[in-house]
């Protein structure tokens, strides 16, 4: 892992979660994402949508829905910005069912 990565911490309830344990590495040279959600946060420290998602402890599978779409409304190929913010909006409000 990298040495330049700070030791934050990131706090949901009772759970501590180093930033360090999150992180994947990856070789030297490889500077592209290893799929369509990973970026680059750091230099060579990438992280993924699921990472946040399991730092933050998010089980609802309507927020997780939610978050991902959030990151690149319209950017992921498949809708439009308009389709992915209706698709947003639709997610909260099935996330509000789902905790009830």
Same mark, same amino acid.
């Given at each position: 892992?990298?040495? +330049?990565?700070?030791?934050? !911490? !990131?706090?949901? *309830?009772?759970?501590?979660? /180093?930033? &360090?344990?999150?992180?994947?590495? %990856?070789?030297?040279?490889?500077?592209?994402?290893?799929?369509?959600?990973? &970026? *680059? %946060?750091?230099?060579?420290?990438?992280?993924?949508?699921?990472?946040?998602?399991? @730092?933050? @402890?998010?089980?609802?599978? @309507?927020? =997780? +829905?939610? %978050?991902?779409? /959030? !990151? =690149?409304?319209?950017?992921r190929g498949h809708k439009?910005?308009? =389709?992915?913010?209706a698709d947003i909006v #639709? /997610? @909260?409000? &099935? #996330?509000? *069912?789902?905790?009830?």
């Amino acid at each position: 892992m990298t040495d +330049h990565i700070d030791n934050a !911490l !990131l706090r949901h *309830e009772e759970t501590l979660v /180093s930033v &360090r344990d999150l992180a994947r590495p %990856i070789r030297m040279g490889d500077e592209k994402p290893r799929n369509k959600y990973h &970026r *680059e %946060i750091k230099p060579g420290v990438w992280v993924d949508v699921y990472d946040v998602l399991a @730092a933050w @402890a998010v089980d609802n599978p @309507a927020l =997780q +829905h939610l %978050i991902k779409k /959030s !990151l =690149q409304p319209g950017e992921r190929g498949h809708k439009t910005r308009e =389709q992915d913010l209706a698709d947003i909006v #639709a /997610s @909260a409000k &099935r #996330a509000q *069912e789902l905790e009830q």
